[in-house]
């Protein structure tokens, strides 16, 4: 007998072999281009970027050429597809293609470079955004386990979504330009590096923007200025609208994760939540941490409830996102680990099946997030500059053992307390500085009921989950400097109104359960507690906050007045600006972000002449109050100009402008 003859492939494995081999054709030309391009010196990279993608690529065209030519692959790779693709749940074709998505996203980094300017810009997106669209589209392909969410939202609920996201951005949009009443200097330093996209001085979106923040997040800005205008609204729109979002987003994910009680109760307070608004209100990054954790967590808890690839997908592509954010967000890449560690010790079986999905969402993660994450393989001092900069860990520790005698530990847990009681106890500062906490008294009550639920069933993913994300924020508060500064504790908002949420509803089903006849009057009454929260929030900080001023500071009432000043001037219109000690022309960016079209000088000397204050056309010289004395000199260097007062919002002179025409 002769040898067994191999059997010819079929028909339907040739249209396979040759889709598997198209893939790999067209991965295999990207990465050849992009190795070409980084080896010939037209990107400023590495060149072990520019050797890695042509061997890559090499090794991509081979494998599509045998596809194409022979119509198959390499037995041990199609056997190794044939069950990666049999766990996935999904065609060889989609694994091929979720595989390299990663690789495309390392191919967006490379030909992007590391400086403000993308070496090929055009080509970096396309490549990212192209990465993206992949892991988009495998996520999109239904799974045959997909289960049936047992909290569907309902078609009358979509209605409550839109009008108390409208109510939140009403509250959060109304006089955005004044309130708060002043545009502090990190808002406007996010607004002038928003702006460097809008001058093309900067298109680097994978790069670092101003204080170390990932770069992505000044397009926010730089797009609404780009539309309305250099103007504080414009600034702070981005804000408003995130923090707008954010609301029926936490209605829709506690809806499905809990009940529809404490989603309306949750969703309704924070319509009104005074330390939401605030942060709605100012040109900043800490308020998008909500928005996406919001995401995150619901997203997540759909594609473990029920199965779905495509919420797992989209958790992993919103958490790829939320690390070019606030620095806080980082606790998520602790926070998810732990919760699956509980999972996969009180849901060993569940959290089998849901591995690939859950693969999925890590492969997405990793697809968004990549480049950034090599930026800072090159740049690992730009990844630790915003936590250095407020940390208690080093040089602060060691001065406050010394002045306290204290041992470091003891300094630690008093952080600690200092950081949890933040909502309920110690009175907040920094971005928020007011004379309470966090909570009013009532809200306080049924938040620690929350609390001590959530704390008493910690068997429940549901709640290790809300346990995790407030125990992470306190730990980020507790090694912070200025404990509790305001501003760290942002991300924690949704689960504040969760807690809230739970703990009401809770009271309501207990006394329900005991007087049933009476249900509709303690759902009334819980109803009324409700709008009473809501009622003392946005008394607070319309009535109370925003009138007393107590945004800011001094220095930059005087720069933002000086930059509303100076706005009407003409282009090149030179100004000298006395005031040092205490601040200078370009000190604090809220002067340059109001009045960019001017040539600001500051004048730190006591005694001046015409050399020094040198007058080519109409010239402006600004004097803070403690420099008033300044003003004889430069009267009796030019007695033609005339001086102008300008007086602070309680009567008190921010600064007197004499003008030389």
Same mark, same amino acid.
């Given at each position: 007998?002769?040898?067994?003859?191999?059997?010819?492939?079929? @028909? &339907?494995?040739?249209? #396979?072999?040759?889709?598997?081999? =198209?893939? %790999? /054709? +067209? *991965?295999?030309?990207? !990465?050849?281009?992009?190795?070409?391009?980084?080896?010939?010196?037209?990107?400023?990279?590495?060149?072990?970027?520019?050797?890695?993608?042509?061997?890559?690529?090499?090794?991509?065209?081979?494998?599509?050429?045998?596809?194409?030519?022979?119509?198959?692959?390499?037995?041990?790779?199609?056997?190794?597809?044939?069950?990666? @693709? &049999?766990?996935?749940? #999904?065609?060889?074709?989609?694994? =091929?293609? %979720? /595989? +390299? *998505?990663?690789?495309? !996203?390392?191919?967006?980094?490379?030909?992007?470079?590391?400086?403000?300017?993308?070496?090929?810009?055009?080509?970096?997106?396309?490549?990212?955004?192209?990465?993206?669209?992949?892991?988009?589209?495998?996520?999109?392909?239904?799974?045959?386990?997909?289960?049936?969410?047992?909290?569907?939202?309902?078609?009358?609920?979509?209605?409550?979504?839109?009008?108390?996201?409208?109510?939140?951005?009403?509250?959060?949009?109304?006089?955005?330009?004044?309130?708060?009443?002043?545009?502090?200097?990190?808002?406007?330093?996010?607004?002038?590096?928003?702006?460097?996209?809008?001058?093309?001085?900067?298109?680097?979106?994978?790069?670092?923007?101003?204080?170390?923040?990932?770069?992505?997040?000044?397009?926010?800005?730089?797009?609404?200025?780009?539309?309305?205008?250099?103007?504080?609204?414009?600034?702070?729109?981005?804000?408003?609208?995130?923090?707008?979002?954010?609301?029926?987003?936490?209605?829709?994910?506690?809806?499905?994760?809990?009940?529809?009680?404490?989603?309306?109760?949750?969703?309704?307070?924070?319509?009104?939540?005074?330390?939401?608004?605030?942060?709605?209100?100012?040109?900043?990054?800490?308020?998008?941490?909500?928005?996406?954790?919001?995401?995150?967590?619901?997203?997540?808890?759909?594609?473990?409830?029920?199965?779905?690839?495509?919420?797992?997908?989209?958790?992993?592509?919103?958490?790829?996102?939320?690390?070019?954010?606030?620095?806080?967000?980082?606790?998520?890449?602790?926070?998810?680990?732990?919760?699956?560690?509980?999972?996969?010790?009180?849901?060993?079986?569940?959290?089998?099946?849901?591995?690939?999905?859950?693969?999925?969402?890590?492969?997405?993660?990793?697809?968004?997030?990549?480049?950034?994450?090599?930026?800072?393989?090159?740049?690992?001092?730009?990844?630790?500059?915003?936590?250095?900069?407020?940390?208690?860990?080093?040089?602060?520790?060691?001065?406050?053992?010394?002045?306290?005698?204290?041992?470091?530990?003891?300094?630690?847990?008093?952080?600690?307390?200092?950081?949890?009681?933040?909502?309920?106890?110690?009175?907040?500062?920094?971005?928020?500085?007011?004379?309470?906490?966090?909570?009013?008294?009532?809200?306080?009550?049924?938040?620690?009921?929350?609390?001590?639920?959530?704390?008493?069933?910690?068997?429940?993913?549901?709640?290790?989950?809300?346990?995790?994300?407030?125990?992470?924020?306190?730990?980020?508060?507790?090694?912070?400097?200025?404990?509790?500064?305001?501003?760290?504790?942002?991300?924690?908002?949704?689960?504040?109104?969760?807690?809230?949420?739970?703990?009401?509803?809770?009271?309501?089903?207990?006394?329900?359960?005991?007087?049933?006849?009476?249900?509709?009057?303690?759902?009334?009454?819980?109803?009324?507690?409700?709008?009473?929260?809501?009622?003392?929030?946005?008394?607070?900080?319309?009535?109370?906050?925003?009138?007393?001023?107590?945004?800011?500071?001094?220095?930059?009432?005087?720069?933002?007045?000086?930059?509303?000043?100076?706005?009407?001037?003409?282009?090149?219109?030179?100004?000298?600006?006395?005031?040092?000690?205490?601040?200078?022309?370009?000190?604090?960016?809220?002067?340059?972000?109001?009045?960019?079209?001017?040539?600001?000088?500051?004048?730190?000397?006591?005694?001046?002449?015409?050399?020094?204050?040198?007058?080519?056309?109409?010239?402006?010289?600004?004097?803070?109050?403690?420099?008033?004395?300044?003003?004889?000199?430069?009267?009796?260097?030019?007695?033609?100009?005339?001086?102008?007062?300008?007086?602070?919002?309680?009567?008190?002179?921010?600064?007197?402008?004499?003008?030389?025409?």
């Amino acid at each position: 007998m002769g040898g067994m003859q191999q059997e010819p492939p079929t @028909s &339907s494995e040739n249209t #396979l072999t040759r889709r598997l081999a =198209v893939l %790999l /054709l +067209l *991965a295999g030309l990207v !990465s050849t281009y992009v190795g070409q391009s980084i080896t010939v010196g037209q990107v400023a990279n590495v060149n072990a970027a520019g050797t890695s993608s042509l061997v890559v690529g090499i090794v991509c065209l081979l494998l599509a050429l045998l596809g194409l030519t022979r119509f198959n692959l390499p037995r041990r790779l199609e056997d190794w597809l044939v069950r990666l @693709s &049999s766990w996935f749940n #999904l065609s060889p074709t989609w694994v =091929v293609a %979720l /595989l +390299l *998505a990663p690789w495309l !996203s390392f191919e967006a980094w490379t030909t992007a470079g590391e400086n403000s300017l993308m070496t090929l810009p055009y080509v970096s997106i396309s490549l990212w955004v192209g990465a993206i669209g992949v892991a988009l589209l495998v996520s999109w392909q239904r799974g045959k386990d997909r289960t049936k969410s047992p909290g569907e939202t309902r078609r009358r609920e979509y209605g409550l979504m839109l009008l108390i996201g409208l109510l939140a951005l009403g509250l959060r949009a109304w006089h955005l330009g004044s309130v708060p009443w002043v545009l502090a200097g990190d808002e406007a330093s996010a607004g002038l590096s928003g702006i460097n996209f809008i001058k093309g001085t900067q298109n680097n979106i994978f790069g670092m923007g101003w204080y170390s923040f990932p770069a992505l997040y000044f397009l926010a800005p730089a797009t609404s200025i780009k539309l309305f205008g250099q103007t504080i609204a414009a600034l702070r729109l981005p804000s408003a609208l995130a923090g707008a979002l954010t609301v029926p987003l936490l209605y829709y994910f506690a809806r499905k994760v809990f009940s529809r009680g404490i989603a309306v109760i949750c969703s309704i307070y924070l319509v009104a939540f005074h330390f939401h608004i605030h942060f709605s209100r100012i040109g900043l990054n800490n308020i998008w941490d909500p928005l996406v954790m919001v995401l995150v967590w619901g997203l997540l808890w759909m594609g473990w409830q029920e199965n779905d690839r495509r919420a797992f997908g989209l958790a992993g592509l919103t958490l790829g996102a939320g690390f070019y954010l606030y620095t806080s967000f980082r606790i998520l890449g602790l926070m998810i680990p732990a919760w699956l560690l509980v999972a996969m010790m009180v849901r060993r079986s569940q959290l089998r099946q849901r591995l690939p999905g859950l693969t999925l969402m890590a492969v997405a993660t990793l697809v968004v997030a990549l480049p950034l994450a090599l930026y800072y393989s090159h740049h690992i001092n730009e990844f630790f500059a915003p936590m250095q900069r407020v940390s208690v860990l080093g040089p602060w520790l060691d001065a406050e053992t010394q002045r306290t005698g204290l041992s470091a530990g003891q300094i630690l847990w008093n952080q600690t307390r200092l950081s949890a009681l933040a909502f309920t106890t110690v009175s907040l500062r920094h971005w928020y500085a007011i004379d309470h906490p966090m909570l009013f008294p009532l809200q306080s009550t049924f938040f620690l009921l929350g609390v001590l639920l959530t704390i008493t069933r910690l068997k429940d993913l549901r709640y290790v989950w809300l346990a995790l994300w407030m125990l992470g924020v306190v730990t980020v508060g507790a090694l912070s400097e200025s404990t509790p500064a305001a501003q760290r504790y942002v991300m924690a908002v949704p689960a504040v109104c969760l807690l809230i949420g739970i703990g009401l509803s809770q009271t309501v089903q207990w006394l329900a359960g005991l007087w049933p006849q009476w249900r509709r009057m303690f759902v009334g009454l819980a109803g009324l507690v409700v709008v009473a929260m809501v009622w003392q929030d946005l008394r607070f900080y319309f009535g109370d906050y925003t009138p007393s001023h107590r945004f800011s500071d001094q220095n930059t009432a005087i720069a933002q007045r000086a930059g509303y000043y100076l706005s009407s001037k003409e282009l090149g219109h030179q100004v000298y600006f006395f005031g040092a000690p205490r601040m200078g022309f370009d000190s604090i960016a809220t002067l340059r972000y109001l009045a960019p079209q001017v040539k600001g000088t500051s004048i730190d000397k006591p005694v001046l002449s015409r050399s020094m204050l040198a007058v080519e056309g109409p010239t402006t010289f600004i004097f803070t109050p403690w420099n008033l004395n300044l003003i004889p000199q430069v009267e009796s260097l030019y007695p033609e100009g005339r001086p102008v007062l300008e007086l602070g919002s309680q009567g008190k002179a921010l600064f007197v402008a004499y003008e030389v025409p």
